[in-house]
């Protein structure tokens, strides 16, 4: 072969293989080419205090330093969380403005709203599930119950007149506890609130029975002794309160329920944002920092990427519209 022919093949080859790296050089050029131009908008669609609230400001304030600005937690609640995302939904999709969801503003008012006023999958792109976080059955003080089937005894010998608690319409509190009724036959009413800090004020001074409450809003009043935990509504018992029995074991099954989380931004949001904010977000729930201080609320963390969140958002919302369906809820206005 001659000289000639020689360096003809080997620019070929050369080039050959300049055009398989392109791709895996675009991609990964495409996530750092996004950079903030301005504080980045997070909004919680619950008030401020409670466990989304907490776990959105950990996040939001181990990011901002890779971003380079500040991400800025906004508080919007109201009508189940779907006034907040119902902004998010309608925001300019620049990259600027995310939200923290989770089933209910992302799953359950789909099924419980007959007018959300957004669509929770054609008008989101999906960054990072989060995770999930437990429930656990409280009761206030004065209540004279220790255990779930003192509870239910309690319940069926008063029909109607104790009440629970919930997060909001659609809630994991509110529909799990709507299943848990319908496998124990028993009815209590229904007091909704916009968030876990107002309805766990009112467990504590006693104006509320009970609630099915995420863990990481009464943990710290299950360890004071400012409210009573009486069962875990997870297939096994937490190890922070190694006391207190799961559903199951004290003989309720098939009422099992967790709350997942996950982080959002508008669909039409530019894929290098999107790509950028997905890296940052995934990389903070890594880190044992953000861990430690998540999984102290009560809150476990299980990391997705938006590859793997799909799929696990379809299914967690069929899974929520047949708790929904099991527990005759109909969709309100």
Request: a positive charge; aromatic letters at 6%.
């Amino acid at each position: 072969m001659s000289n000639n022919l020689r360096a003809t093949r080997r620019t070929l080859l050369l080039g050959a293989g300049a055009m398989l790296a392109a791709p895996a050089f675009v991609r990964s050029a495409s996530a750092q080419a996004w950079s903030p131009s301005r504080p980045i908008r997070l909004v919680v669609a619950y008030p401020a205090g409670g466990p989304t609230d907490a776990i959105a400001r950990v996040v939001a304030q181990d990011i901002a330093g890779p971003l380079g600005q500040n991400v800025v937690v906004e508080n919007v609640g109201g009508a189940s969380g779907a006034i907040g995302t119902r902004q998010v939904a309608r925001a300019d999709a620049d990259g600027h403005t995310i939200t923290f969801g989770n089933n209910q503003t992302h799953g359950n008012n789909m099924f419980l709203m007959k007018e959300p006023g957004y669509d929770a999958v054609k008008d989101f792109a999906p960054l990072a599930g989060a995770g999930a976080f437990e429930h656990i059955f409280v009761v206030k003080n004065d209540l004279p119950v220790r255990t779930i089937q003192e509870l239910i005894a309690l319940a069926k010998s008063k029909p109607g007149e104790l009440n629970y608690g919930s997060t909001g319409l659609g809630s994991g509190s509110h529909l799990s506890t709507e299943l848990f009724m319908v496998r124990t036959g028993i009815k209590m009413t229904h007091v909704p609130y916009r968030g876990a800090a107002p309805l766990v004020q009112d467990i504590v001074g006693n104006r509320v029975d009970v609630a099915n409450s995420t863990m990481a809003s009464v943990f710290t009043q299950i360890q004071a002794g400012t409210l009573r935990g009486i069962a875990i509504g997870s297939p096994q018992r937490n190890q922070r309160l190694p006391n207190i029995a799961t559903l199951r074991e004290q003989g309720v099954n098939g009422a099992d329920a967790e709350s997942w989380t996950g982080f959002f931004a508008p669909v039409a949001t530019p894929q290098p944002a999107l790509d950028r904010l997905s890296r940052e977000i995934l990389a903070s729930l890594a880190k044992p920092s953000v861990v430690e201080a998540i999984t102290r609320l009560g809150f476990t963390i299980t990391a997705r990427d938006p590859a793997a969140f799909k799929p696990y958002h379809a299914q967690e919302m069929q899974t929520w519209a047949e708790i929904i369906k099991a527990a005759n809820i109909q969709p309100s206005g």
